[in-house]
């Protein structure tokens, strides 16, 4: 079963603008991973936050993570058409066990 | 190699027959998953390879699905019987160490049982 839930589902902004996008899950968790996922290149992972932190940057990319309302959020920057995807949040709970929301599918229109 | 390589890419299977998936992972690394995701969803875990040494295998959804990792490092997923509901891209992902880091992911098999 999934634990993430990922909103919105779909998401469809113009480009240049920033996106957002949320997790919420339902365990305690040891970190927090989003990955994206297109046809061209499968599932590529972007980042991760460990539960004992609060933000995360990478490139364009922003990362934040409230473990007392169990939620993470994504922010893209300055978005590009490149950036049109699903976008997937997991979490790790276990060992080695990553568990995964459904996803937000985000277009980016030109 | 450079990235996980998933063999076939797209297989499309009699229901009944029996079906084969490949995953080769990236050289040295240690962690091996299976994951199922249907259309429009987030993958769900099948199972996990340490090396050769298959540690859980609890979301195998049933019987009729087999994995292996031999000698630690390519995999193999069998599916026997097959039947509609097993449609979906089987993904298959390693890591360095025991999911702590990221998963690394291949393409993906994409499997239609007609």
């Known amino acids: 079963s999934q634990q993430g839930e990922e909103d919105p589902q779909a998401l469809s902004i113009q480009e240049g603008e920033n996106a957002t996008m949320n997790c919420s899950y339902k365990?305690?968790?040891?970190?927090l991973q989003w990955y994206r996922q297109n046809s061209g290149r499968g599932l590529v992972h972007l980042i991760l936050?460990?539960?004992n932190e609060r933000e995360k940057h990478s490139g364009r990319l922003r990362v934040t993570l409230d473990t007392s309302k169990k939620s993470s959020s994504l922010l893209i920057t300055a978005s590009r058409a490149a950036d049109t995807a699903s976008y997937f949040c997991?979490?790790?709970?276990?060992?080695?066990?990553?568990?995964w929301g459904a996803g937000t599918k985000l277009i980016i229109k030109p | 190699g450079a990235g996980v390589s998933q063999s076939p890419r797209y297989k499309v299977a009699k229901r009944g027959q029996d079906v084969a998936l490949r995953c080769d992972p990236i050289s040295g690394h240690v962690s091996l998953f299976w994951y199922q995701q249907a259309l429009g969803q987030g993958p769900e875990f099948l199972t996990y390879?340490?090396?050769?040494?298959?540690?859980?295998k609890s979301g195998l959804p049933s019987d009729r699905f087999f994995a292996e990792r031999p000698e630690g490092s390519v995999s193999t997923l069998k599916i026997q019987r097959t039947q509609q509901e097993d449609s979906a891209v089987y993904l298959c992902a390693s890591s360095t160490r025991t999911g702590v880091t990221e998963a690394f992911f291949g393409q993906g098999t994409r499997l239609t049982v007609v």
């Open positions: 936050i460990r539960s």
């Open positions: 365990t305690s968790i040891n970190n």
């Open positions: 390879f340490q090396n050769e040494a298959q540690l859980d």
């Open positions: 997991a979490t790790l709970s276990s060992n080695y066990q990553l568990i």
